[in-house]
């Protein structure tokens, strides 16, 4: 090397400069995406790259050649510099719109619907039913589930020896002997007779609790809604009009009803509401088992012994009270087979309503 002229010498550095520089950009124009684009970059103008070593070969250079060299150097890598950064841009600017478009949300796409619950049957059930005595005055009211057997039983005329008291129907707590898990929501016509001066016009919707083998038809917790009306000269015809409309609003049927004597306790006269089939309207059919009527709820004018107990005269007030089962209703009213089905929690049943 040291006998190369010295022309030859700078000039095979001039000629390398330019190859190296037409490869670099031959690489710069053929790079199609920012990464290959910095493997380029790396290649050439790295520490290590093509263009960087032959930089090195500078000290070789004669030094009345050098800033000739030098020169055409910094001119050859500002080339491949500046053909960098024009490809970075463009390439850039690409990798961008497909990224956008990749990303891009079509607005008129209609919306996602995300599942909502809703209100288990037996609630609505339970809404439409204090709305219905709403539109006709009634309002409603709460008692506790944890009771003693005076408002459960003794308050409500129902004497020692009568067999709803029995273990077997009713459930005793260890609260104490008279403390119970009340049965029924007749409890609450005492507790707010004892609190309130007639007239009186509520519903008491409620849980009730029972010592119920569990089958189809029962369990051992329900649900019940009490009726009570206490005022100067109520009548029967008044309880009869007031069950009539709420079993035509219930139903949204005109539905004939028809009343059958019965005995609870604390009524007198006491009856079992029938309400004519609402699937049949009375010709028979499966659910009303061809009998045309349903059983739908309990009523009769309240005993007086029950005013007087709960401090109310009788001899200036009367007043009529009714009570029924929310199951039993909701699964006339949906045709519904089975209780357990309210307790079991299986959204199959539940999103049906
Ligand atoms: N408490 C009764 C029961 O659970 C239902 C009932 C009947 C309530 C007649 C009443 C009524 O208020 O007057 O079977």
Same mark, same amino acid.
């Given at each position: 090397?040291?006998?190369?002229?010295?022309? +030859?010498?700078?000039?095979?550095?001039?000629?390398?400069?330019?190859?190296?520089?037409?490869?670099?950009?031959?690489?710069?124009?053929?790079?199609?995406?920012?990464?290959?684009?910095?493997?380029?970059?790396?290649?050439?103008?790295?520490?290590?790259?093509?263009?960087?070593?032959?930089?090195?070969?500078?000290?070789?250079?004669?030094?009345?050649?050098?800033?000739?060299?030098?020169?055409?150097?910094?001119?050859?890598?500002?080339?491949?510099?500046?053909?960098? /950064?024009? +490809?970075?841009?463009?390439?850039?600017?690409?990798?961008? +719109?497909?990224?956008?478009?990749?990303?891009?949300?079509?607005?008129?796409?209609?919306?996602?619907?995300?599942?909502?619950?809703?209100e288990h049957p037996l609630s609505q059930i339970r809404q439409e039913i204090i +709305?219905?005595?709403?539109?006709?005055?009634?309002?409603?009211?709460?008692?506790?589930?944890?009771?003693?057997?005076?408002?459960?039983?003794?308050?409500?005329?129902?004497?020692?020896?009568?067999?709803?008291?029995?273990?077997?129907?009713?459930?005793?707590?260890?609260?104490?002997?008279?403390?119970?898990?009340?049965?029924?929501?007749?409890?609450?016509?005492?507790?707010?007779?004892?609190?309130?001066?007639?007239?009186?016009?509520?519903?008491?919707p409620?849980?009730?609790?029972?010592?119920?083998?569990?089958?189809?038809?029962?369990?051992?917790?329900?649900h019940?809604v009490?009726?009570?009306?206490?005022?100067?000269?109520?009548?029967?015809?008044?309880?009869?009009?007031?069950?009539?409309?709420?079993?035509?609003?219930l139903?949204?049927?005109?539905?004939?009803?028809?009343?059958?004597?019965?005995?609870?306790?604390?009524? /007198?006269?006491?009856?079992?509401?029938?309400?004519?089939?609402?699937?049949?309207?009375?010709?028979?059919?499966?659910?009303?088992?061809?009998?045309?009527?349903?059983?739908?709820?309990?009523?009769?004018?309240?005993?007086?012994?029950?005013?007087?107990?709960?401090?109310?005269?009788? /001899?200036?007030?009367?007043?009529?009270?009714?009570?029924m089962?929310l199951e039993r209703l909701a699964m006339l009213k949906y045709?519904?087979?089975?209780?357990?089905?309210?307790?079991?929690?299986?959204?199959?049943?539940?999103?049906?309503f």
């Open positions: 090397m040291s006998e190369m002229p010295e022309e +030859s010498l700078n000039e095979s550095i001039d000629q390398r400069l330019e190859k190296i520089t037409t490869k670099a950009l031959t690489a710069i124009e053929q790079a199609n995406d920012l990464d290959a684009l910095e493997a380029c970059r790396v290649a050439y103008l790295g520490s290590k790259g093509a263009f960087t070593q032959i930089m090195q070969l500078l000290r070789t250079v004669p030094k009345e050649d050098k800033p000739r060299i030098g020169a055409l150097v910094n001119e050859q890598k500002k080339k491949i510099e500046d053909r960098l /950064e024009e +490809s970075k841009a463009v390439l850039y600017e690409a990798h961008l +719109s497909a990224k956008l478009s990749s990303e891009s949300i079509d607005v008129t796409a209609p919306g996602r619907r995300v599942p909502l619950g809703h +709305s219905i005595f709403y539109s006709m005055g009634f309002s409603t009211v709460d008692g506790p589930e944890i009771e003693t057997d005076y408002y459960n039983f003794d308050s409500l005329n129902t004497p020692a020896n009568h067999p709803a008291r029995d273990e077997q129907d009713t459930f005793y707590t260890n609260l104490g002997p008279h403390v119970l898990l009340r049965s029924q929501t007749s409890t609450v016509q005492v507790r707010v007779m004892e609190k309130t001066k007639p007239p009186i016009r509520v519903i008491a409620g849980r009730v609790y029972r010592n119920e083998e569990v089958n189809a038809r029962k369990y051992p917790l329900f019940q009490e009726g009570l009306l206490i005022d100067k000269d109520v009548t029967f015809g008044q309880l009869k009009g007031t069950l009539q409309a709420f079993i035509k609003a139903f949204k049927k005109d539905l004939n009803i028809r009343f059958r004597p019965d005995f609870f306790p604390f009524t /007198e006269p006491s009856a079992e509401l029938d309400s004519q089939c609402p699937f049949c309207q009375g010709k028979g059919c499966r659910t009303c088992g061809n009998r045309g009527w349903l059983e739908l709820l309990g009523c009769g004018m309240v005993d007086p012994n029950v005013l007087k107990e709960a401090g109310i005269d009788p /001899e200036i007030y009367s007043g009529f009270a009714f009570g089962g045709d519904i087979n089975d209780i357990r089905h309210f307790y079991t929690n299986d959204l199959r049943f539940l999103e049906q």
